[in-house]
C-alpha cells in the first residue's frame, strides 16, 4: 500500500480520503470550534468554520451551534442525510493520556489488561472513566509494545457528548486528538466512546457497489465460460486415460493407507510420550528460571485441546519479590511460550512482595524426520502384490523393547537386541536402524 499510493492521483488520493473524515466539534473552556475536512493547494486539512461560544447566554449558544450543525447537511450525502455524523474532540484540560510500556505477550488482550491496571493509571474507579488504547511500537528485542492510552470522566464525555446531539449531530467518535494531529488525519485516532455505543458503518449506495458487482459477475462469467468450451474436447479425449489412472490409483492408495495405518500404529505411543516434554524436565526448568526470592504455593501440569492439536500447560503461583520480570524469564525458555498473567498482581502489606498468578505453555517437540520402512534389497526381492493380503496377527516378538524408546526416526533410536533372521526369507534389519525403519516382515509379519 505505502508504494501504490503515491501512483494514484492527488486529486483522486485527496478525494477518497477526504470522504472517510468526519467534521469535528473541538470543545474547549469558553468556545465549541467547527472544524470541516477541506482540500487546499492540494493538501487534505482541517479548516475552521465556525466559533461557537459557550460563556453567552445557553439559548444563544444553542441557536449557534444548530445554525453551524445545519449548514454541513448539504455537503452529507448529497443532502439527504437527517444527522450529520461528527467526532467531538475533548479539551486537553479534561483528559488523562501518556505512553505505557507493556509486554508484548499481553497485545490479544490489550483492552482487558488495562481495564484491570486502571486504578494505577487514573485516581478515578474503573466505572467512571471511558478509555482507550492503541499500538503505537513495537520492540522485538525486548519483547514489549509501547501503547498510546488516554482517558476521561464519563460525565465529561457525556455531557458534550449530548450538547452536540441537542445542536442536531450524530456523533460517532469521541477523540482525545485536536483536528491538526496526524492521528485525526490518518484515520487512527483514539475513541472513546464504547464499543457497544459506536455507531457501524453506513452503507454506500446501491448504485455505487450494484454496477461494479454487475461488471465483475459478467466478466467472471466470460472469463470462465470461454475457457470450459475450448477445453471440452480435450477433457473428452482425456477422460478414457483418467478412467485407466483411477484403476491404478485406487490398488496404490490402498497400499498407501495400509503403510500408513501400520506405520501410525507402531508410533503412536511413542509420538504421544515425546510430544512434549517430561514433567520432570518443565519441573527442573521452573526451578532454574525462578529466581532466589520467588516460592511457588501452587504448580499444577495440564493438558488441554484447542482445535485438532493437543496442548500442555502449566500453571504457578507464589510469592515474588518482582513478580512483573517472571513473564520475560519465561519467555526467555526454551520449553515455555505465550506466558501471560491469569489474574492481577496483589501486594504483600506489609512487606516487599507480591502474590502472581502465572500461566505457560509448553513448546512441542520437533517431529523425528521420515525414514525409509523397507530396505533396498527387500524392495527388489519382493514382488509387490497387485492388491493388498490381509495381515494376520503379529506372532511374540523375538527381542526385547529398547531401554529407552525413542520416537520412530529419532537419532540415537536403539535397535533390537537379537538379530535372528525373521521368517519369510528378508535379511535382519542392520545395527542402529530405529525400530520404525525395520520393514513389517522382520516384525513378524509373514
Known amino acids: 500500500m505505502g508504494e501504490l499510493v503515491p501512483l494514484v492521483p492527488v486529486r483522486l488520493r485527496n478525494a477518497v480520503q477526504r470522504r472517510r473524515l468526519r467534521p469535528v466539534l473541538a470543545f474547549d473552556t469558553d468556545a465549541a470550534v467547527l472544524w470541516v475536512p477541506r482540500v487546499a493547494n492540494s493538501h487534505l486539512g482541517y479548516m475552521e468554520t465556525a466559533r461557537i461560544p459557550l460563556s453567552a447566554d445557553q439559548a444563544a449558544a444553542a441557536n449557534a451551534g444548530r445554525a453551524a450543525i445545519a449548514g454541513l447537511l448539504p455537503a452529507a450525502n448529497g443532502g439527504r442525510a437527517r444527522h450529520v455524523r461528527i467526532a467531538v474532540a475533548l479539551p486537553a484540560n479534561q483528559l488523562l493520556r501518556k505512553t505505557i510500556t507493556l509486554p508484548a505477550a499481553v497485545e490479544d488482550n490489550l483492552a482487558q489488561v488495562l481495564a484491570y491496571d486502571l486504578d494505577r493509571h487514573t485516581p478515578f474507579k474503573p466505572e467512571e472513566v471511558y478509555f482507550d488504547a492503541t499500538v503505537v511500537g513495537r520492540d522485538a528485542g525486548k519483547k514489549e509494545i509501547r501503547v498510546d492510552w488516554a482517558a476521561a470522566l464519563k460525565t465529561v464525555v457525556d455531557q458534550m457528548r449530548r450538547r452536540a446531539e441537542s445542536w442536531g449531530a450524530a456523533v460517532v467518535v469521541v477523540t482525545p486528538d485536536l483536528p491538526t494531529s496526524a492521528a485525526l488525519l490518518a484515520g487512527t485516532a483514539l475513541n472513546l466512546l464504547p464499543a457497544a455505543?459506536?455507531?457501524?458503518?453506513?452503507?454506500?449506495?446501491?448504485?455505487?457497489?450494484?454496477?461494479?458487482?454487475?461488471?465483475?459477475?459478467?466478466?467472471?462469467?466470460?472469463?470462465?465460460?470461454?475457457?470450459?468450451?475450448?477445453?471440452?474436447?480435450?477433457?473428452?479425449?482425456?477422460?478414457?486415460?483418467?478412467?485407466?489412472?483411477?484403476?491404478?490409483?485406487?490398488?496404490?492408495?490402498?497400499?498407501?493407507?495400509?503403510?500408513?495405518?501400520?506405520?501410525?500404529?507402531?508410533?503412536?505411543?511413542?509420538?504421544?510420550?515425546?510430544?512434549?516434554?517430561?514433567?520432570?524436565?518443565?519441573?527442573?526448568?521452573?526451578?532454574?528460571l525462578l529466581p532466589d526470592d520467588t516460592w511457588l504455593t501452587q504448580f499444577e501440569m495440564k493438558s488441554t485441546a484447542k482445535g485438532k492439536e493437543p496442548h500442555r500447560e502449566i500453571l504457578v503461583r507464589g510469592e515474588s519479590a518482582n513478580a512483573g520480570r517472571l513473564i520475560s524469564l519465561f519467555e526467555e525458555s526454551k520449553l515455555f511460550e505465550q506466558a501471560a498473567p491469569r489474574s492481577p498482581t496483589t501486594k504483600i502489606q506489609p512487606g516487599p512482595g507480591e502474590i502472581f498468578d502465572l500461566g505457560a505453555q509448553l513448546r512441542p517437540l520437533p517431529p523425528p524426520p521420515p525414514v525409509q520402512l523397507a530396505t533396498?534389497?527387500?524392495?527388489?526381492?519382493?514382488?509387490?502384490?497387485?492388491?493388498?493380503?490381509?495381515?494376520?496377527?503379529?506372532?511374540?516378538?523375538?527381542?526385547?523393547?529398547?531401554?529407552?524408546?525413542?520416537?520412530?526416526?529419532?537419532?540415537?533410536?536403539?535397535?533390537?537386541?537379537?538379530?535372528?533372521?525373521?521368517?519369510?526369507?528378508?535379511?535382519?534389519?542392520?545395527?542402529?536402524?530405529?525400530?520404525?525403519?525395520?520393514?513389517?516382515?522382520?516384525k513378524g509379519a509373514p
Open 197 to 288: 455505543e459506536r455507531p457501524e458503518a453506513s452503507s454506500r449506495r446501491r448504485w455505487e457497489i450494484g454496477i461494479p458487482i454487475l461488471l465483475i459477475a459478467a466478466t467472471a462469467l466470460v472469463a470462465t465460460a470461454l475457457p470450459i468450451w475450448q477445453k471440452r474436447g480435450y477433457a473428452i479425449a482425456l477422460e478414457r486415460l483418467a478412467n485407466q489412472g483411477r484403476v491404478q490409483a485406487d490398488v496404490s492408495s490402498a497400499l498407501r493407507e495400509q503403510l500408513e495405518r501400520l506405520t501410525g500404529d507402531y508410533n503412536f505411543a511413542l509420538q504421544k510420550k515425546y510430544a512434549f516434554p517430561g514433567a520432570l524436565q518443565s519441573v527442573e526448568d521452573v526451578t532454574r
Open 376 to 442: 533396498a534389497a527387500a524392495s527388489e526381492t519382493a514382488p509387490v502384490a497387485a492388491t493388498p493380503a490381509p495381515i494376520p496377527p503379529a506372532p511374540p516378538a523375538v527381542a526385547p523393547a529398547p531401554e529407552k524408546p525413542e520416537i520412530a526416526g529419532a537419532p540415537g533410536a536403539a535397535a533390537p537386541a537379537k538379530s535372528a533372521a525373521a521368517p519369510g526369507g528378508v535379511p535382519p534389519a542392520p545395527a542402529g536402524t530405529p525400530p520404525s525403519a525395520v520393514p513389517p516382515a522382520a
